[in-house]
């Protein structure tokens, strides 16, 4: 048959634009399009108009560059909603209970999320593939670390990471060094390395941070500046220095893909003969009217949420009964306190420096693994720099004015120069009944909004309750040596934050009875379809996923080319 495309894409995020690239490299002939839902422009402008977005407007949230976006004003492809409140962050999600909530919203625009976010890149460790074989928990991925790694070089070659090779040498194995060195360390990056140079291990483990690897530019690297040291990295880099997907579809188009933005996908139809019908609405249209476009291979590269919630509505086969099920995130939280000394946060990226030595260990028997950052963005989501002027300045139980002029900016520097987070992101286990299924409440343009179950198992609850431990010993070491002060909270306040990580849902695996996809990302029960992105992960690892679902972009791209 005479298809209009060989492969359609659905969603120029990073996943969807590497894959573009990638299959459209390896066979130049090949007719390739790509489905948006996002309008928004990929230069410059665009990105001075969003940084003018964000320094205008009074809400400093992560939606708040993008909030004027058409797709989210009036609700044809709705990202969040704008609000700082995390119980109500996402209002498009349907999900019930006020305790156990899925706290991770995302982007929905060209580009995807990397638009907004801090761009952290450790690579997962090798007992994070083997987490049942070793310690009796979750699931094992169907390859090893050593099968990904030459996907992994390729991935940091891609999105451009810089890193210090001799710092991660003892952490994952590594067949080629870092694209490019490290992010220079900020000033309260080597006041913290010196203040906890002495400090003795913690449950037989060493606290040792090191500089975190990050797809931001420590020179210039595909035609981006360095990094200019701006502290607005998550949601918006006004310099571009930090990466993000525009790139990879700016490349695809350059290369012969065809894009089309502002089209939301409402149905994929898998045909007798193994091709698809790809459904679609532009929303720029009047009368809102379906369309469709045939294709060999249809790839599916929307997040965690989106892609079981198109299936669902699709009608696709569900054999394993996996689509939708084991949602995953990396839950965290963090401990504050006060430095005896400046330690100038906002000056750079806001995280440079990790400490990765408590993603594994024996522990992880009984408890979730966790990455911590030290933060160079004072106290974090715990209180901003405006928060902190507002307190020295206003009594709001006596409503009365506490300091002003002089005082206040002696006030504030005294106290916002020292202030300084250690946050933990903590591992959490595949539950099936933490899923994706579809609501009865629609969107503007009369699709099911996605429901969300979710639920912290105690695994979890016992990775944050660790992580706290952890981060208020190193607290408590920095209070009996330099004099920190301040610190907190106390004790787990038995709460926790998202990170955005949004993961399972597709789950990979060779067996069609209990996975969605098979090891190099094409559906068992839909031969044609092909699902990249972090919706594919079987666990969830202990460091942020997007490199990872890079690398295994690669392989499914690969293999996608290979059939063609």
Known sequence: MDYDFDVVVVGAGVAGALAACTVKTAKPGARIRILDAGDNGLDAAQRAAFVEAYQLSPTKAVPTPYAFLRNNEDGFAPSQDGTVNPVTMNLYYDQSGTTDLFKSGFQRMTGGSTWAWRGNCPRWLANDFRLNAVYGRGVDWPFDYDELE???????????????????????????????????????????????????????????????????????????????????????????????????????????????????????????????????????????????????????????????????????????????????????????????????????????????NFRDGPFRRDTGGFRMTVGNDGWGRTQSPEAALDALMWDKTARRILLTGAKLQEAVNHRVTRMLRFSYSTE??????????????????????????????????????????????????LESTVGAEEIAPAAPAGTYKGSGHLMGTMRMGTAPADSVVDPAGQSHDHPGIWVVGSAVFPTGGTSNPTLHLAALTLRTADALAAAL
């Not at 952490?171 to 140079?197: E, Q």
């Open 150 to 356: 030459p996907s992994y070089v390729r991935a940091e070659r891609e999105l451009g990471i810089s890193g210090n090779d001799a710092e991660w040498a003892s952490l994952t194995r590594r067949s080629a060094d870092f694209p490019m060195p490290g992010i220079a360390p900020s000033y309260g990056d080597l006041v913290v390395r010196s203040a906890l140079a002495g400090m003795p291990p913690i449950d037989n483990v060493a606290v040792v941070p090191v500089t975190t690897p990050q797809a931001r530019n420590s020179r210039e690297y595909q035609g981006r500046s360095s990094c200019q040291g701006n502290s607005s990295c998550l949601p918006i880099c006004p310099s571009g220095a930090k990466y993000d997907a525009g790139y990879h579809v700016g490349r695809a188009v350059e290369l012969g893909v065809d894009l089309k933005p502002a089209c939301v996908v409402t149905k994929v139809v898998h045909q007798q003969d193994g091709s698809c019908t790809v459904v679609f609405k532009d929303w720029t249209t009047a009368d809102l009217a379906e369309q469709r476009v045939t294709a060999r291979h249809v790839v599916l590269a929307l997040n965690a949420v989106e892609i079981p919630k198109l299936w669902l509505i699709s009608g696709l086969r569900n054999t394993s009964d996996q689509v939708g099920r084991n949602l995953m995130d990396h839950l965290t939280d963090e401990v504050v306190g006060l430095l005896d000394e400046p330690v100038f946060p906002f000056r750079g990226p806001q995280s440079t420096l990790g400490i990765e």
């Open 428 to 477: 959490q286990l595949p539950d099936p009944g933490n899923r994706v299924t579809l609501s009865d409440k629609v969107d503007v343009l009369g699709l099911p909004r996605p429901r969300i179950s979710y639920r912290i198992d105690a695994y979890s609850k016992a990775a944050l309750a660790y992580g706290h431990s952890v981060a208020h010993r190193i607290w408590q070491y």
